[in-house]
C-alpha cells in the first residue's frame, strides 16, 4: 500500500463518511423522539461534542500507529501484541465483519427509501434498488486507492453543495409564525431526562460517525502525524456546523410535528418552499450523497479484516491483494455480499440501532481505556499526538458511551453484550486451530 492520501483527500473521505444519508433520516427521528425544537438541537449538539472528545483518543492513537485497519492495530498494540492484545483486536475484527455490512446496509435502505420519493417503490423494488448500489459501489471501489482519493474530493463537492442547498434556502424561507412555534414550550411538549435525550443522540452520533475513517486508511496517508488528528478535527467542526445549520434551516420552515412525521424530511422541505420539481431535484442530490458516503465507508473498513489477516490474526483469505491495483480484494467483495444479504432481510431502524450498539464495548471504550493503557506502558512521551488535558477526553468519551449505550433498548444491549461473547468463543477456536496447524507443519 501507498502513502497517497494528502490531508485534503483525507478530510474529504471523512466528512462523505459522516454525512451520508444519515442526517436526512435521522431529523425526523431525532424530532418525533423529543417533539420539542430545543431538545432536538440538544442533541445534535452532544453528537458533536461526545464526537470530539472521541476523536481525540483517535487522534493520539492514529498518530502513533498510523496503520492499515485503524482500531485493529490500536487494540492490538495498546493492549499487547503478544497479549490480550490478540484478543481484544480480533473482537474488533470480528464485530466489524458485520457491523460495516450493517453500515452499508443503512445507508443503501436510505438510498432506496428516498429513491422513493422520486418513483413509488414496491417493498421487493426498493430492496433491488439497495442490492444494485452495493453493487456499483463495489465496481467504483475496484481500484488503487490515489484514483480513490480523486473520486472521493468529487464527491465531496457534491456533499458540500447539497447540504449548503437546503441551510440556504430554509434561511431565505424562514416562517417566522413556525420558528416561534418551535421554540415556544406548551402543554404537549414531552419532559425530558436522560433516556429519552440519550436515545435521540443514538440517531445523532450514527449521523456523526465515519471522523475517524481516515484511521482504518492510516497506512495510505501522507504525513500521518499531522494529517490524522487535523483531518478528523477539521471534519467534526465542518459537519457540526452545518448539521446545526441544516436542523435551524429545517426548523424554520416546517412545525415540530411534521418534521417527525416525514419519510422524506428534506424532499417535503424543498417540496413546501419551491414545489415538486426543487423537491425532485433535491432527492437526486440527497441520492448522490448517500452513495458519496457509502463509497467512503466501504473504501475504510474493507482494510480492517485484511490487516487483521495480514498479522495471521484473522482468516487469511482477507489479506488477498489485488495483483496489479494493490487493494484487498476479498475483504471488498465479502464486506459487498454480507450488505446485499442484510439490505435484503433487514429493517432500516434494526440497522442503525445495531451499528451504534455493537461498537460501544469492543471499539469505543475499550480505545480509550487502550489509549490510558498504552501510554502508561510506554510513556507521553513516545506518544507524537497528545490530545489536550489527558486524560479527561477519554474518560469524558467513556462516559458518553455507556449513557449511549444504557439508553438503547433491551435487545439492542443484549446483542452489544452477546457479540464480543461469541466472538472469544471464536478466537479461541481460532488459536487453536492456527497452533494445531503451526505443530503439523
Same mark, same amino acid.
Given at each position: 500500500?501507498?502513502?497517497?492520501?494528502?490531508?485534503?483527500?483525507?478530510?474529504?473521505?471523512?466528512?462523505?463518511?459522516?454525512?451520508?444519508?444519515?442526517?436526512?433520516?435521522?431529523?425526523?427521528?431525532?424530532?418525533?423522539?423529543?417533539?420539542?425544537?430545543?431538545?432536538?438541537?440538544?442533541?445534535?449538539?452532544?453528537?458533536?461534542?461526545?464526537?470530539?472528545?472521541?476523536?481525540?483518543?483517535?487522534?493520539?492513537?492514529?498518530?502513533?500507529?498510523?496503520?492499515?485497519?485503524? $482500531?485493529?492495530?490500536?487494540?492490538?498494540?495498546?493492549?499487547?501484541?503478544?497479549?490480550?492484545?490478540?484478543?481484544?483486536?480480533?473482537?474488533?475484527?470480528?464485530?466489524?465483519?458485520?457491523?460495516?455490512?450493517?453500515?452499508?446496509?443503512?445507508?443503501?435502505?436510505?438510498?432506496?427509501?428516498?429513491?422513493?420519493?422520486?418513483?413509488?417503490?414496491?417493498?421487493?423494488?426498493?430492496?433491488?434498488?439497495?442490492?444494485?448500489?452495493?453493487?456499483?459501489?463495489?465496481?467504483?471501489?475496484?481500484?488503487?486507492?490515489?484514483?480513490?482519493?480523486?473520486?472521493?474530493?468529487?464527491?465531496?463537492?457534491?456533499?458540500?453543495?447539497?447540504?449548503?442547498?437546503?441551510?440556504?434556502?430554509?434561511?431565505?424561507?424562514?416562517?417566522?409564525?413556525?420558528?416561534?412555534?418551535?421554540?415556544?414550550?406548551?402543554?404537549?411538549?414531552?419532559?425530558?431526562?436522560?433516556?429519552?435525550?440519550?436515545?435521540?443522540?443514538?440517531?445523532?452520533?450514527? $449521523?456523526?460517525?465515519?471522523?475517524?475513517?481516515?484511521?482504518?486508511?492510516?497506512?495510505?496517508?501522507?504525513?500521518?502525524?499531522?494529517?490524522?488528528?487535523?483531518?478528523?478535527?477539521? $471534519?467534526?467542526?465542518?459537519?457540526?456546523?452545518?448539521?446545526?445549520?441544516?436542523?435551524?434551516?429545517?426548523?424554520?420552515?416546517?412545525?415540530?410535528?411534521?418534521?417527525?412525521?416525514?419519510?422524506?424530511?428534506? $424532499?417535503?422541505?424543498?417540496?413546501?418552499?419551491?414545489?415538486?420539481?426543487?423537491?425532485?431535484?433535491?432527492?437526486?442530490?440527497?441520492?448522490?450523497?448517500?452513495?458519496?458516503?457509502?463509497?467512503?465507508?466501504?473504501?475504510?473498513?474493507?482494510?480492517?479484516?485484511?490487516?487483521?489477516?495480514?498479522?495471521?490474526?484473522?482468516?487469511?483469505?482477507?489479506?488477498?491483494?489485488?495483483?496489479?491495483?494493490?487493494?484487498?480484494?476479498?475483504?471488498?467483495?465479502?464486506?459487498?455480499?454480507?450488505?446485499?444479504?442484510?439490505?435484503?432481510?433487514?429493517?432500516?431502524?434494526?440497522?442503525?440501532?445495531?451499528?451504534?450498539?455493537?461498537?460501544?464495548?469492543?471499539?469505543?471504550?475499550?480505545?480509550?481505556?487502550?489509549?490510558?493503557?498504552?501510554?502508561?506502558?510506554?510513556?507521553?512521551?513516545?506518544?507524537?499526538?497528545?490530545?489536550?488535558?489527558?486524560?479527561?477526553?477519554?474518560?469524558?468519551?467513556?462516559?458518553?458511551?455507556?449513557?449511549?449505550?444504557?439508553?438503547?433498548?433491551?435487545?439492542?444491549?443484549?446483542?452489544?453484550?452477546?457479540?464480543?461473547?461469541?466472538?472469544?468463543?471464536?478466537?479461541?477456536?481460532?488459536?487453536?486451530?492456527?497452533?494445531?496447524?503451526?505443530?503439523?507443519?
Amino acid at each position: 500500500m501507498k502513502r497517497e492520501l494528502s490531508f485534503v483527500q483525507a478530510t474529504a473521505i471523512n466528512m462523505i463518511d459522516m454525512v451520508g444519508i444519515g442526517p436526512f433520516l435521522t431529523t425526523a427521528v431525532v424530532a418525533s423522539t423529543l417533539g420539542f425544537g430545543p431538545y432536538a438541537i440538544l442533541a445534535w449538539v452532544i453528537g458533536a461534542v461526545l464526537s470530539f472528545f472521541d476523536a481525540c483518543v483517535w487522534s493520539e492513537l492514529g498518530a502513533r500507529m498510523p496503520e492499515a485497519g485503524g $482500531s485493529y492495530a490500536f487494540l492490538r498494540e495498546s493492549y499487547g501484541r503478544n497479549g490480550a492484545g490478540r484478543l481484544m483486536s480480533f473482537l474488533f475484527v470480528w464485530q466489524t465483519t458485520f457491523q460495516a455490512p450493517l453500515v452499508v446496509t443503512s445507508g443503501a435502505i436510505g438510498f432506496a427509501k428516498y429513491a422513493g420519493f422520486l418513483a413509488p417503490l414496491l417493498p421487493w423494488q426498493s430492496k433491488l434498488v439497495s442490492v444494485a448500489l452495493i453493487v456499483v459501489l463495489t465496481l467504483l471501489l475496484y481500484r488503487r486507492i490515489g484514483a480513490v482519493g480523486k473520486i472521493s474530493v468529487v464527491l465531496w463537492v457534491s456533499v458540500m453543495f447539497t447540504l449548503l442547498s437546503v441551510i440556504v434556502l430554509g434561511f431565505t424561507h424562514v416562517n417566522m409564525d413556525v420558528f416561534a412555534q418551535v421554540w415556544t414550550w406548551s402543554d404537549q411538549s414531552p419532559p425530558l431526562h436522560a433516556g429519552v435525550l440519550g436515545a435521540a443522540a443514538i440517531s445523532t452520533m450514527y $449521523s456523526f460517525l465515519g471522523y475517524y475513517n481516515v484511521c482504518h486508511l492510516g497506512a495510505e496517508v501522507r504525513d500521518p502525524v499531522r494529517t490524522i488528528p487535523r483531518s478528523m478535527f477539521v $471534519s467534526i467542526a465542518g459537519i457540526a456546523a452545518l448539521y446545526l445549520a441544516m436542523q435551524l434551516a429545517i426548523y424554520a420552515v416546517l412545525p415540530v410535528q411534521q418534521i417527525g412525521a416525514s419519510t422524506f424530511i428534506v $424532499s417535503t422541505f424543498f417540496e413546501h418552499i419551491a414545489g415538486t420539481t426543487a423537491a425532485t431535484v433535491a432527492t437526486g442530490l440527497i441520492l448522490i450523497v448517500a452513495l458519496s458516503s457509502l463509497f467512503s465507508v466501504m473504501l475504510g473498513y474493507t482494510r480492517i479484516p485484511y490487516a487483521a489477516a495480514k498479522d495471521g490474526l484473522f482468516f487469511r483469505a482477507f489479506a488477498r491483494e489485488h495483483p496489479t491495483q494493490g487493494f484487498p480484494t476479498v475483504s471488498l467483495l465479502v464486506l459487498a455480499g454480507l450488505a446485499i444479504v442484510f439490505s435484503l432481510t433487514l429493517t432500516l431502524d434494526d440497522s442503525i440501532k445495531a451499528i451504534v450498539t455493537m461498537r460501544v464495548f469492543t471499539q469505543f471504550i475499550a480505545q480509550a481505556v487502550g489509549v490510558m493503557v498504552l501510554r502508561r506502558r510506554i510513556g507521553a512521551a513516545a506518544m507524537p499526538w497528545r490530545m489536550w488535558f489527558y486524560p479527561a477526553p477519554a474518560l469524558i468519551a467513556i462516559l458518553g458511551w455507556l449513557w449511549i449505550f444504557v439508553s438503547a433498548k433491551a435487545l439492542q444491549q443484549q446483542l452489544a453484550i452477546a457479540a464480543p461473547i461469541v466472538g472469544a468463543a471464536v478466537f479461541f477456536l481460532f488459536i487453536n486451530k492456527r497452533t494445531q496447524h503451526v505443530e503439523a507443519s
